[in-house]
């Protein structure tokens, strides 16, 4: 049987000939945790037909469609490892799942309305509302009376409400306390999506594909009526998806428009999986429950992908996805990497495999430290598998890196951005040496300062920082992250020394007298004003010279804006020069080679604010300014194969300028696919980093190395016998 398909687009390794090996048994356990897959059209056939015995079933699924990783307790897969196994099968299903000529043979949630799970709807006090065909109606009627309906999904709960007017949409963010971030819509098929999106080939096969994931798409109509403006303010993108199991189609079906289909959480917390706990954490959000009483083993978000340069990329990684191994070129030791701190998401080595966990979100609250735990523990009891080592990120206050230093094992650390850079080669199959471009919002540096603008020569466990972006100051510390307009100000007092002579500019006016007064102490103090070489702060700072935004709910924000300005029509690009990094004070820094001035660009930025330039054509300059940037660093470096990395790389014209500049000056750019360029993907990179470590005869050489880093590592015998 397959079990999945999926295409990768990996470079000739340079065979000559053609053989056929035996295959190597043994090893580790390394059976396959089958994914969840979207409804078949074989059921949605049944589920639809008056005269079948699952008519209108919301729990139908056959042996090619239906739950699998959100049921799974433990391997093997059968249906008493399953929280199916409280269900016993009447004399009719009993029959299918024994008989080999039948879609149902062996499928082990095999279900109909005689003797399986059941739909039901309470109010908001946990009552009793409706029952089976009736609960679905009530929800429907909910839905259409523009209620906040939360719904019991495959991996977890939704909220659900119609799409179409302003009010439902801006209660729910009130509730939800989810100001701005766009919220993903659910169509009733993809012609309602090309009422509203722009749907490519590309783009329709990833909508319809077995996976289902949230697509982001770009909106054409903006003025269709029939999703409100507030549903994706500022951004050119609408997160668009199909319904991917019996329940949503039915709802779909019987509403015919557009939903709004959102976690079931409050902003930043996991999502809720359980209906008694849902009443009790979506108390205040949510009008009305439609749930059922099939338990959810883990938490399941939908996946989040867009098309780039031609291929899909993964920006959340969890539904469907989450289950499938990651395939390296490298035998991976036996570590737990467990990720950073934002957009969280842990792994385990098995074999050449990295078991990569589900999207488990910010590390910010109790929930989701213990969905941290509860994950981590999962994927060890699944694979029967127990870490000899955890690997971590250099931040010493991530809620991860506390975590790894409490488990009595080895505890190996590795730079944030670093990390990047080895995800992105391990998910292409690539070794070093490369030239790594890692950029993001913020890593902890192996100085101790904030990076997050890198350019590293990477290869295998070692790494030298290239080039970076200058400096630029963090007006406030962390307030300067939720205030783009003070990055703003700090460019312009890059450039000038000061922060007067700003009239004619949309920033100005962002600030009261009193409030400038303040910064202007501040700068000239050296008073909570740390430096970065963050891209995400010169996004931040773009956005905010342009007139785009001043304040942002949201990581991320002023770039999607920027991204989403891009006047595609307009040519040209600014100049970033590249200089040495004596012209700025880099003591108490580790000093790269060579610095990426943003100066003349934000000069010549200003400038076209003053002139009244459009803010498109400046976004599009300034994406442009980038891509030439990378092209020019790749220059001076001199190797062959650039790899892309960091969450500045979901950006789709940020990342397709550069692969096609890169590619024709004749460099080889590699980007990312089926791991997230951003945070998510970090767990991948810190286990290539053991793998690499371990691999060069040598852990203890990259300890040696890294010690000054802050690296603490106990042990690593244990390793360096394991994986040489
Ligand atoms: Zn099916
Ligand atoms: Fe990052």
């Known amino acids: 049987m397959i079990q999945s398909l999926e295409s990768t687009w990996l470079d000739a390794v340079g065979h000559q000939g053609f053989e056929i090996r035996e295959s190597d048994g043994g090893g580790p356990r390394d059976a396959l945790v089958m994914p969840d897959i979207a409804t078949c059209d ?360 506390m975590d790894s230093r409490s488990r009595g094992l080895p505890v190996l650390s590795v730079q944030h951005h670093h990390a990047h850079v080895l995800a992105c080669m391990a998910e292409n199959e690539i070794d070093g040496p490369v030239l790594g471009v890692s950029w993001d919002g913020t890593g902890y540096g192996r100085d101790g300062t904030v990076w997050g603008g890198e350019f590293l020569l990477a290869d295998g466990a070692q790494f030298t920082r290239f080039a970076c972006l200058r400096p630029l100051q963090l007006i406030g510390g962390e307030r300067a992250v939720r205030e783009p307009r003070r990055t703003a100000l700090a460019l312009w007092h890059g450039l000038t020394g000061s922060i007067d002579g700003l009239d004619n500019l949309p920033i100005a006016r962002a600030f009261t007298t009193s409030e400038l007064a303040l910064l202007r102490r501040m700068l000239d103090r050296g008073v909570n004003v740390p430096m970065t070489t963050s891209t995400g702060r010169l996004f931040d700072g773009v956005a905010a010279l342009t007139g785009l935004c001043t304040h942002v709910s949201f990581e991320g924000q002023a770039a999607m804006m920027l991204e989403s300005a891009v006047d595609p029509g307009v040519d040209g690009a600014y100049l970033c020069r590249l200089v040495s990094p004596a012209r700025f004070a880099f003591s108490g820094w580790e000093t790269p080679t060579w610095v990426a001035d943003w100066g003349p660009m934000v000069q010549s930025i200003i400038e076209a604010v003053r002139g009244g330039e459009a803010p498109g054509a400046i976004a599009a300059r300034f994406h442009a300014a980038l891509a030439d940037l990378i092209v020019a660093v790749a220059g001076r470096a001199s190797r062959p194969n650039v790899v892309l990395s960091g969450g500045c790389f979901q950006n789709k014209h940020l990342a397709e300028a550069a692969i096609e500049r890169l590619r024709a000056v004749g460099f080889r750019p590699y980007w990312h696919q089926r791991v997230p360029p951003d945070d998510g993907g970090l767990a991948l990179g810190q286990l290539a980093f053991v793998a690499h470590a371990a691999r060069g005869g040598g852990l203890r050489q990259a300890e040696v190395d890294e010690d000054a880093g802050g690296l603490a590592t106990r042990g690593t015998q244990v390793l360096v016998e394991g994986g040489t």
Not at 166 to 188: D, G, Q, T, W
Not at 251 to 271: F, Y
Not at 286 to 292: G, T
């Open 42 to 401: 074989e059921c949605l056939r049944e589920v639809l037909d008056p005269d079948d015995r699952r008519y209108r079933y919301p729990f139908i699924n056959c042996t090619n469609c239906g739950p699998r990783f959100s049921i799974i307790e433990s391997l093997p897969y059968d249906r008493e490892h399953t929280s199916m196994r409280r269900f016993a099968m009447g004399a009719d299903c009993h029959r299918e799942y024994h008989d080999p000529r039948d879609r149902r043979f062996h499928a082990q949630p095999n279900a109909c309305p005689v003797c399986g799970p059941r739909l039901s709807c309470w109010n908001a006090c946990g009552e009793l509302v409706a029952e089976r065909a009736d609960a679905l109606y009530a929800a429907v009627a909910a839905i259409r009376d523009g209620r906040i309906v939360a719904v019991k999904g495959l991996g977890g709960f939704h909220l659900m409400v119609d799409a179409g007017p302003e009010v439902a949409i801006v209660r729910l963010r009130e509730r939800k306390h989810r100001e701005e971030k766009p919220l993903a819509v659910m169509f009733p098929d993809v012609f309602d999506v090309r009422g509203v999106c722009q749907v490519s080939a590309m783009e329709e096969r990833l909508l319809t594909s077995p996976e289902r994931p949230i697509v982001l798409l770009s909106r054409v109509n903006a003025f269709s009526g029939r999703i409100a403006g507030s549903v994706e303010p500022g951004s050119a993108w609408l997160g668009s998806m199909l319904p991917y199991t019996p329940l949503p189609h039915l709802l779909m079906r019987e509403i015919g428009q557009p939903i709004v289909a959102t976690s079931g959480n409050l902003s930043d917390e996991p999502i809720c999986i359980d209906e008694h706990e849902a009443l009790e954490r979506l108390a205040g959000i949510a009008d009305v429950f439609l749930v059922r009483d099939r338990p959810i083993v883990r938490h399941v978000d939908d996946s989040v992908a867009r098309i780039v340069a031609g291929r899909e990329l993964v920006l959340r990684r969890s539904r469907s996805f989450a289950s499938l191994p990651v395939p390296t070129s490298i035998p991976l030791p036996p570590a737990l990497a467990v990720g950073g701190q934002m957009k969280n998401a842990v792994a385990v080595a098995v074999g050449t495999n990295a078991i990569i966990s589900q999207h488990i979100g910010d590390l910010g609250t109790a929930q989701s430290t213990q969905a941290f735990e509860r994950a981590i523990r999962d994927l060890e009891r699944l694979y029967e598998w127990s870490p000899e080592c955890v690997v971590a990120d250099l931040h010493p206050d991530y809620r991860s890196t």
